[in-house]
Structure formats: structure tokens, C-alpha cells
T-cell receptor
Framework: EPEVTQTPSHQVTQMGQEVILRCVPI?????FYWYRQILGQKVEFLVS????????KSEIFDDQFSVERPDGSNFTLKIRSTKLEDSAMYFC???????????FGPGTRLTVT | QKEVEQDPGPLSVPEGAIVSLNCTYS??????FMWYRQYSRKGPELLMY????GNKEDGRFTAQVDKSSKYISLFIRDSQPSDSATYLC?????????????FGQGTTLQVKP
């Protein structure tokens, strides 16, 4: 069964450093998303991406964040200068065109020290 | 008022019990309703997807949407210890939307053998 994959599973970084979180969505999916979940809190929407551009972003997704689909399979989330409060699980999700069913990856746990 | 509200529990039931999980919401524009299951430190797994009002059944799971009351439910029949997880409701606005999901807090369920 096709699934969304994410790497790395755990990333530890120092405050102020740049991190790139990687995702491989399901191959025939066209919509891509990033969500985050701070420990003990709700899953929160960050950004949606379609046709090589951002469709919608939340207020969390400020200038420190960017997304990219560098090739036909990968989808990345970059945080330019990490802050302590960026520590969270980051989930990538994807869906088919004209579908609201989103399939999530296993997540990357980001720890900022 | 929070956009999506869900009792975090925990909810503890004996094996074989019928479980009822619920969410309320305030945004009448929501049309797509999902239930996800999340095991500890894993990604959300899509269980059920419903459009608009009504019931949908899949094996031991039944999803119910009452748009007039802004209330959705997930019923689990013959609950098993393997059903022990956190159950997240999620919702999306309809046509023209970018697919952004709004999640509830999640209800932690424990099914005791």
C-alpha cells in the first residue's frame, strides 16, 4: 500500500540553525501539506501546496518557513533560523486531486536546543 | 469559542464495549469530516471520511454527522485492545478550499482486555 514517507525521523538542532525536513508524498497525489503538533497539543495546519505554489498558509507559517518541491518526488519544509518554540512533530500529508482525504506521513520530531 | 472541540478524555472501556467519540464545531462552512487514529509518536491514520450529513459504516466503525447540531461522532463496536489510541476529528471547508484540515484536540481511548 502506498504511503507518505518522511526523513529524518528525529532532528536535533541548535537555535538559529537552518533545518530541512523531507517528505515523499504518495506518487499520484497532487496536493501536499505540512502540519505540526507541539507535544500535548492539537495538530495544526501550516501550509498547502499545489501546482508548484502555496495554496494557503497559516499565521504560523511566517518568513522563516518555506516549502519546495525540488523534483518529481520530494516535498520539503525549510525553517531558516529555528527557535525553541519550533520544537514539535512535523507531519507531511498528501491527497489526490479533488479529494479531501489526506494521508499523513509518520512525522519528523524536531528538537531545538 | 474554539472552532473544533473534542473531549481529550482519557476514555477507558472494557474489551467488547461500544465506544462513542464526539466532536462539536462552530464553523457552519465545514462540509468534509474525517476521523484519524494516532498511536503514540506516530502520524495520524485516516479511518473514516464523510461528506455533509449522514452516517457511514466501515467494519466496526460508524461515522455520523449532524450538521444541524454541528456535531460529529465515531462509534466503535466490539472494541479491541488494539483500538487503544488517540482519535482525532478533523474538518475542512468545501468547494474551492485548499484542503486545510482543522483538528480537534483528540480523545485518548484505552480498551482494557
Amino acid at each position: 500500500e502506498p504511503e507518505v514517507t518522511q526523513t529524518p525521523s528525529h532532528q536535533v538542532t541548535q537555535m538559529g540553525q537552518e533545518v530541512i525536513l523531507r517528505c515523499v508524498p504518495i506518487s499520484n497525489h497532487l496536493y501536499f501539506y505540512w502540519y505540526r503538533q507541539i507535544l500535548g497539543q492539537k495538530v495544526e495546519f501550516l501550509v498547502s501546496f499545489y501546482n508548484n505554489e502555496i495554496s494557503e498558509k497559516s499565521e504560523i507559517f511566517d518568513d522563516q518557513f518555506s516549502v519546495e518541491r525540488p523534483d518529481g518526488s520530494n516535498f520539503t519544509l525549510k525553517i531558516r533560523s529555528t527557535k525553541l518554540e519550533d520544537s514539535a512533530m512535523y507531519f507531511c500529508a498528501s491527497s489526490e486531486e479533488n479529494s479531501y482525504e489526506q494521508y499523513f506521513g509518520p512525522g519528523t520530531r524536531l528538537t531545538v536546543t | 469559542q474554539k472552532e473544533v472541540e473534542q473531549d481529550p478524555g482519557p476514555l477507558s472501556v472494557p474489551e467488547g464495549a461500544i465506544v462513542s467519540l464526539n466532536c462539536t464545531y462552530s464553523n457552519s462552512a465545514f462540509q468534509y469530516f474525517m476521523w484519524y487514529r494516532q498511536y503514540s509518536r506516530k502520524g495520524p491514520e485516516l479511518l473514516m471520511y464523510t461528506y455533509s450529513s449522514g452516517n457511514k459504516e466501515d467494519g466496526r466503525f460508524t461515522a455520523q454527522v449532524d450538521k444541524s447540531s454541528k456535531y460529529i461522532s465515531l462509534f466503535i463496536r466490539d472494541s479491541q485492545p488494539s483500538d487503544s489510541a488517540t482519535y482525532l476529528c478533523a474538518m475542512s471547508v468545501g468547494l474551492g478550499n485548499t484542503g486545510k484540515l482543522i483538528f480537534g484536540q483528540g480523545t485518548t481511548l484505552q480498551v482494557k482486555p
